[in-house]
């Protein structure tokens, strides 16, 4: 093969786990970040990153990516992530992804409560359609892409009203870590320190974050921590095939994916299925772990069965942009799974209820 033609191998691959456009991924490969095409990082920038896929990724909303997320653009001390134009939530219009994740990041104290957001984080700065974050006596950098148009001064500027007029003091102005956040810290040990054992994890899926698009069969993907284990929901409708080893397989791949193994299983894909069971959820868990790290694992739950969350789930993708291409792969309008009448009606086996 010549070098040309590796090349363009590689791009495509990297392609499948980031989302850039091709040609970006080519000139990042072209320039060698960091001696691996695909660089992970450590430290202050991994838990900046781990925080900001954390809260970005959380239920209750419908974005045309996964997750919110069109395609990051990882480096070996940065990372851009490039947000969908809108979020839906589960009964609304829909609200600019920009300043619903302004909502979910930006650091406020609420005296006597805790701080909501992101303990320590920064708006470092804007140009344009970016917003730069970081952490308070940090260099780590994350970048917030918006779409062409994004206003990011004027959503800092209601935020930052909006906060002190209820009282809660905004905090992503502040040179240091404030007293409120110290205090948070301290009074939340158990849980920072859970969250810290994350930091890694979470970091390594933001920069492969495109794989629950090209790679998985869900139309719909949540996410939330418990304890030190991270987790995530990916329903696939009935009559689009599961294809969780696919999923596994380029999560877990030897160049390109995590360096973690199957802790414990359980994959129901044998099990039959009564056909009077409308709202019957089929559900395979995984858990996964690093080898040498006692804390902090993921748990995916692939998840099998008639659409459950609003009663048009191809029509709701459809209003906030989805890709036609990927929505007629994951909700087909012929799929069996769509013609019955939506609404969660009881848990899939396993299940601990959580929801979007």
Same mark, same amino acid.
Do not use: I, K, M
């Given at each position: 093969m010549t070098m040309g033609g590796r090349l363009t191998r590689l791009a495509r691959t990297r392609q499948q786990y980031t989302g850039e456009p091709f040609q970006v991924t080519r000139n990042a490969l072209h320039g060698g970040d960091n001696g691996h095409p695909l660089p992970d990082t450590t430290g202050d920038q991994a838990r900046l990153e781990a925080e900001v896929l954390a809260k970005l990724g959380t239920g209750g909303q419908w974005w045309s990516h996964p997750l919110g997320i069109a395609h990051v653009r990882p480096g070996p001390g940065s990372a851009v992530v490039q947000l969908d134009s809108h979020t839906r939530f589960s009964r609304g219009t829909p609200y600019p992804r920009s300043a619903h994740a302004l909502d979910r990041l930006l650091p406020m104290a609420e005296p006597g409560v805790q701080v909501a957001g992101v303990i320590g984080l920064r708006v470092a700065g804007v140009e344009g359609a970016d917003l730069h974050l970081t952490l308070s006596g940090s260099t780590c950098r994350v970048v917030l892409r918006g779409v062409p148009g994004t206003r990011w001064e004027e959503? #800092?500027?209601e935020r930052w009203h909006h906060a002190t007029e209820a009282g809660c003091p905004p905090l992503w102005y502040s040179p240091s870590l404030t007293s409120h956040e110290s205090a948070d810290i301290r009074?939340?040990?158990?849980?920072?320190?859970?969250?810290?054992?994350?930091?890694?994890?979470?970091?390594?899926?933001?920069r492969r974050v495109a794989l629950f698009h090209t790679s998985s069969s869900a139309y719909s993907t949540r996410s939330w921590i418990t304890g030190d284990e991270w987790i995530f929901e990916l329903d696939t409708v009935l009559g689009v095939p599961l294809a969780h080893d696919h999923f596994l397989a380029r999560l877990m791949d030897p160049v390109w994916g995590l360096p973690l193994g199957v802790d414990r299983q359980h994959c129901s894909c044998g099990e039959r299925r009564d056909p009077d069971e409308r709202f019957y959820l089929r559900q395979c868990t995984y858990h996964l772990t690093?080898?040498?790290?006692?804390?902090?694992? #993921?748990?995916?739950?692939?998840?099998?069965?008639?659409?459950?969350?609003?009663s048009d789930a191809r029509g709701t993708l459809k209003s906030v942009g989805s890709p036609m291409k990927w929505l007629d792969r994951v909700?087909?309008?012929?799929?069996?799974?769509?013609?019955?009448?939506?609404?969660?009606?009881r848990p899939a086996r396993g299940s601990t209820g959580e929801s979007r």
């Open positions: 959503l #800092l500027d009074n939340h040990g158990e849980t920072w320190r859970d969250e810290r054992h994350l930091d890694r994890l979470g970091s390594a899926l933001l690093y080898a040498a790290r006692p804390h902090g694992g #993921l748990q995916l739950r692939f998840r099998h069965g008639s659409a459950v969350y609003g909700l087909p309008s012929s799929s069996p799974g769509l013609s019955a009448v939506t609404g969660r009606r």
